[in-house]
């Protein structure tokens, strides 16, 4: 997954929250980026056709863009399970977030056929909890 896919999925995850366009403010913390960076990439995405930004309303995904975003929180949800329930790393979310920007699609798709991912994924992500609902730390674990 590249940067670009982690803001798709954060766009994606901040307008299901707010079930309407994501604020860049949003985006940005949620990202832990400054507002500039996280403006200039959503201009990236409106260039390639993957987001529609509206100064000062917020940006929404193109049905593109939020394929993408689908899979890259796809992807996030295995990579999670994978380091959760298989390897029991305590820190899993942090992990998750450091490790999705280096797995491929290759390396998450070997993955999930490890943890069998659920087939409604990834409406299974819980955003406010940043875990897939599916994980066995969740009952565990408080939110972070």
């Keep these: 997954m590249n940067t670009a896919d982690q803001y798709l999925k954060s766009i994606y995850l901040v307008q299901r929250v707010a079930d ?12 832990d980026v400054s507002p500039a960076s996280a403006n200039e990439m959503i201009g990236k995405l ?13 940006v929404r995904l193109t049905d593109e863009g939020v394929q993408r975003a689908r899979d890259a929180l796809c992807n996030y949800c ?9 390897l029991e790393v ?3 979310r942090d992990e998750a977030r450091a490790l999705e920007a280096v797995i491929d699609d290759t390396v998450a798709e070997r993955l999930d056929t490890i943890i069998n991912r659920s087939p409604n994924c990834p ?17 565990e674990q408080p939110a972070d």
């Design 20 to 31: 309407g366009p994501a604020s860049t403010g949003a985006v940005a913390d949620s990202l």
């Design 46 to 58: 409106e260039s390639r056709g993957l987001a529609d930004h509206e100064k000062y309303k917020g």
């Design 78 to 86: 295995i990579i999670q399970r994978f380091l959760a329930n298989v």
């Design 90 to 92: 305590e820190e899993f």
């Design 123 to 139: 409406d299974c992500f819980d955003p406010e909890a940043d875990a897939c609902k599916l994980l066995d730390a969740c009952s």
